[in-house]
């Protein structure tokens, strides 16, 4: 019985605990104008709040005086927190933003897996002035999303990566055996009743290179095969899931 699983990456957690993915997310854009009063000078901020609407963080605040006039973002974080954020005065042209976030919160703890928005917001005038956001998911598979211009805000795009080197110490481990010159790996993991099975490999990009449901059972433990005659030398990843259990771990070829 075959079942091929799409989950990419891997922060595992024991059973009853949220998952955590170690990840980065980047995310760009281009504002223009809205023909505010001071237009090109505009105040700006970037923030992350959570699919409820709670401030996460600020990535980016470019204000002084003037921040009074970012509705949204005060309304997300009334103590106008800008921890760890880039922050600098009023800028005095639209211009494109590349920021990243680490999905770590203003207190530096990692966030759960789950929907986050990204918000963006500009005044040019003693008002408020354009905004919007953007949603993306937290989880163990990479994403790379491009949205539809709008009147204010163009060429957006957020980029996640989770950290393939960011495996927790309660996963559990397959046992490994080489054969044929390390060209021929197996994984071995204990049998169970469920038949859903998968084995993914991944390099330290975060790449896919591998992946298969196939495996042998017999009745005590549970077999996958990896040819890996045509992956360099070098660190990988592996990722299995059997049954209700899920495993991973490095390994070099």
């Not at 790379?144 to 559990?172: C, E, M, R, W």
């Not at 481990?173 to 071995?188: L, Y």
Request: glycine share 8%.
């Amino acid at each position: 019985m075959r079942k091929i699983f799409t989950l990419t990456f891997l922060v595992l957690f024991s059973a009853g605990l949220s998952a955590q993915t170690i990840a980065n997310v980047t995310f760009k854009v281009t504002t223009v104008t809205a023909s505010g009063q001071y237009a090109p000078k505009h105040v700006l901020a970037i923030w992350v709040t959570n699919s409820s609407g709670t401030f996460q963080k600020s990535i980016k605040v470019m204000a002084a005086v003037r921040k009074q006039y970012l509705y949204q973002w005060k309304a997300a974080n009334s103590s106008q927190n800008v921890t760890g954020a880039i922050t600098g005065a009023t800028l005095t042209s639209h211009q494109t933003h590349t920021v990243s976030w680490n999905c770590q919160n203003y207190s530096g703890t990692l966030v759960p897996d789950g929907d986050y928005k990204i918000w963006v917001e500009f005044s040019e005038k003693d008002g408020q002035g354009p905004y919007t956001s953007y949603t993306f998911t937290k989880g163990s598979t990479p994403d790379t999303l491009t949205f539809s211009n709008a009147a204010n805000f163009t060429s957006v795009q957020i980029i996640y990566t989770p950290d393939p080197n960011g495996i927790s110490d309660a996963a559990k481990e397959a046992t490994i055996v080489r054969f044929s010159g390390d060209q021929n790996i197996g994984f071995s993991v204990p049998s169970q009743i469920a038949e859903n099975a998968s084995l993914q490999i991944f390099d330290l990009n975060g790449k896919l290179i591998f992946e298969t449901a196939d495996y042998f059972d017999n009745g005590s433990s549970r077999y996958f095969l990896w040819n890996a005659a045509a992956q360099c030398s070098g660190m990988y990843i592996y990722r299995i899931e059997s049954g209700a259990d899920l495993y991973c771990g490095k390994l070099f070829r």
